[in-house]
């Protein structure tokens, strides 16, 4: 059976604080990605990543950065976190071009 | 860049029929998808749509007309576990990216 897990479910960071989100995969998955979701705008890719130690902007990553080390984990790193960062994060995974497995998100909210 | 459309909203009866509509503008087509999400949990695949027509499955078909850039998806014999939000999404094989629509939530009534 899929599965995509994610460290937290809800997550409470104050302003400035760095903050890492953790997903792992366990499907042996190449393609993995972070998003975010806000009411009205849909979910919103930050970055992707191909391949261990590769990784792709994609069409909001300022303020965020990302980490895979190993084909199972992709981290989603907030430098400085900011009240405008306060969000769902979710995460998902595929095997090349084809159906995005995602796991059950982390609400984070920076005050 | 890339523009989908779909309703924000739909409210339906238990037992009938709802169709939500997709609309899409992209400088890239390689297919759509079509998952459902329940409140607080994660998204779910549906359907994905390549070439164009219907695709059914179960109470749920999903139809695509790539020259006009358009989608819907059909939910038929609705049920209360219906009550969701629909994320129609468009696939671009170059970046291999996924980008989603605003979601349409869907609010079956008894």
């Known amino acids: 059976d899929v599965k995509v897990t994610q460290s937290s479910r809800y997550l409470v960071k104050r302003t400035g604080e760095k903050v890492f989100l953790e997903c792992v995969q366990d499907?042996?998955?190449?393609?993995m990605f972070w998003y975010r979701q806000d009411p009205g705008l849909g979910l919103r890719l930050i970055y992707f990543?191909?391949?261990?130690?590769?990784?792709e902007k994609g069409d909001i990553p300022e303020g965020y950065s990302v980490s895979r080390e190993k084909k199972e984990r992709f981290s989603l790193i907030l430098e400085s976190a900011s009240t405008n960062q306060t969000s769902m994060y979710l995460c998902a995974s595929s095997f090349g071009p084809d159906t995005q497995y995602f796991g059950p998100g982390t609400r984070l909210t920076v005050l | 860049g890339q523009n989908i459309d779909q309703p924000t909203e739909m409210t339906a009866t238990e037992g009938a029929i709802v169709q939500i509509n997709c609309t899409y503008q992209t400088s890239g087509f390689n297919g759509l998808f079509w998952y459902q999400q329940h409140a607080g949990e994660a998204p779910t695949f549906l359907s994905y749509?390549?070439?164009?027509g219907l695709e059914e499955k179960g109470r749920f078909s999903s139809f695509l007309s790539r020259s006009k850039g358009y989608s819907y998806l059909l939910l038929k014999e609705l049920q209360m576990k219906d009550s969701a939000s629909y994320l129609c999404a468009v696939y671009k094989a170059a970046g291999n990216k996924l980008t989603f629509g605003g979601g349409t939530r869907v609010l079956v009534k008894p």
């Open positions: 499907m042996d998955h190449e393609n």
């Open positions: 990543s191909y391949d261990v130690k590769m990784k």
């Open positions: 749509n390549v070439l164009d």
